[in-house]
């Protein structure tokens, strides 16, 4: 099961693209409150929150992952224990960027591992950014799923419309 907080339009495209791109960690915990009672409201059991990973070199490259910014304090508000190792990337993976669904699918085909030791039987909440095709969110709950977790939440800021060109996720 899956939901997104927004749509990712204005003024929320602004807000994670400055959260992606120009290093405003404080965002992060502004959504995060903002998101809060929302995921209250959908009674999901969960026992872990997991960010979306993102790989070694990106990770280097910026420094950060923009979905942790957002996981942490959300886990925190929500009393829930944090595991952002419990998920990684197995390989590195062209941004989804501009692919076509079908290239957004084959690009993280395969691409997660988990952790049996931490995820095995937890209800799990995974979280990422923005929801396209749901590609990034349907391979790493492949991979929690392998590794033994009971279920798998999955929880996005925001969802792209069809309407909205790919080229501007």
């Given at each position: ?22 290093r ?12 809060t ?77 988990a ?9 799990i ?36 419309l ?8």
């Amino acid at each position: 099961m899956m939901r997104s907080w927004a749509v990712f339009d204005s003024p929320i495209q602004n807000a994670l693209h400055t959260l992606k791109y120009r290093r405003n960690m404080g965002l992060g915990d502004a959504l995060a409150v903002n998101m809060t009672e929302f995921v209250r409201s959908l009674n999901w059991s969960v026992d872990l929150v997991i960010p979306s990973p993102l790989g070694k070199k990106r990770l280097q490259e910026r420094g950060y992952n923009q979905v942790d910014l957002v996981a942490r304090p959300l886990a925190y508000e929500l009393g829930l224990e944090y595991a952002p190792q419990a998920l990684w990337k197995t390989r590195e993976t062209r941004s989804q960027v501009g692919l076509s669904i079908s290239q957004r699918s084959e690009n993280v085909r395969n691409v997660y591992q988990a952790d049996p030791a931490k995820v095995k039987r937890k209800s799990i909440l995974l979280m990422d950014d923005v929801a396209t095709t749901g590609s990034t969110i349907s391979s790493g709950t492949e991979a929690l799923l392998s590794a033994g977790a009971g279920n798998v939440y999955a929880l996005t800021i925001a969802r792209a419309l069809s309407h909205h060109d790919l080229n501007r996720v």
